[in-house]
């Protein structure tokens, strides 16, 4: 058996190794979202958003769509009111007529989400946190606060979420916390 000489392998694989075309790494957009009842009046409540691209992603956020998803609709039962957009965001309050809900788009073209980090919305409605929490009456199978995120202006890579509702914390909670400083720190010696 004739064995070819070291070099001439290495130089075979080399050249078919080079004839290869490069790898194209996936572009991926990750998010998550939670939303926070920050404030509550006669029937009005005040809400905080934040969207997290998470630092997974490959690609920046340029739109967080709240209450929305492409080919179903919008979600929020009533009209939102005192909408706020950090510093280089807008938005919009969107609505198809009335047989269709609420949302609400913001966008940025100067300011976009790099992977890692966060960024906060505002609102005030007349929804209770138990009807953001619901399936929206308008499409009874979709949660009300389904959401999307894109890597550009309504457009690019997108993900589907749903915000997560993170409850205040109850009086028990914060009593129990209160009672377990004290347990702790208030036998100490003097």
Do not use: C, H, L
């Given at each position: 058996m004739?064995?070819?000489?070291f070099r001439f392998v290495l130089?075979?694989?080399?050249?078919?190794?080079m004839n290869q075309p490069p790898a194209v790494k996936a572009q991926t957009l990750d998010a998550n979202g939670?939303?926070?009842l920050i404030s509550e009046g006669t029937r009005l409540f005040g809400y905080d958003v934040t969207v997290l691209n998470s630092p997974s992603s490959t690609l920046s956020l340029k739109t967080f769509w709240l209450s929305w998803l492409?080919?179903?609709?919008n979600f929020l039962p009533t009209q939102p009111s005192?909408?706020?957009?950090p510093a280089g965001w807008t938005y919009t309050v969107t609505n198809e007529?009335?047989?269709?809900?609420?949302?609400?788009?913001?966008?940025?073209t100067s300011t976009p989400l790099s992977p890692g980090a966060s960024v906060d919305f505002r609102f005030v409605s007349s929804d209770s946190p138990s009807a953001l929490k619901a399936n929206t009456p308008y499409y009874t199978a979709i949660p009300a606060l389904s959401s999307v995120v894109y890597s550009g202006i309504q457009y690019g890579t997108r993900t589907e979420l749903v915000v997560s509702y993170v409850p205040e914390p109850s009086v028990t909670v914060l009593g129990l916390l209160g009672l377990g400083v004290w347990f702790c720190f208030g036998?100490?010696?003097r």
């Open positions: 004739i064995r070819p000489p130089a075979v694989a080399i050249a078919i190794g939670e939303i926070r492409p080919g179903e609709g005192n909408v706020e957009a007529g009335s047989s269709d809900g609420y949302g609400i788009r913001f966008v940025t036998k100490m010696p």
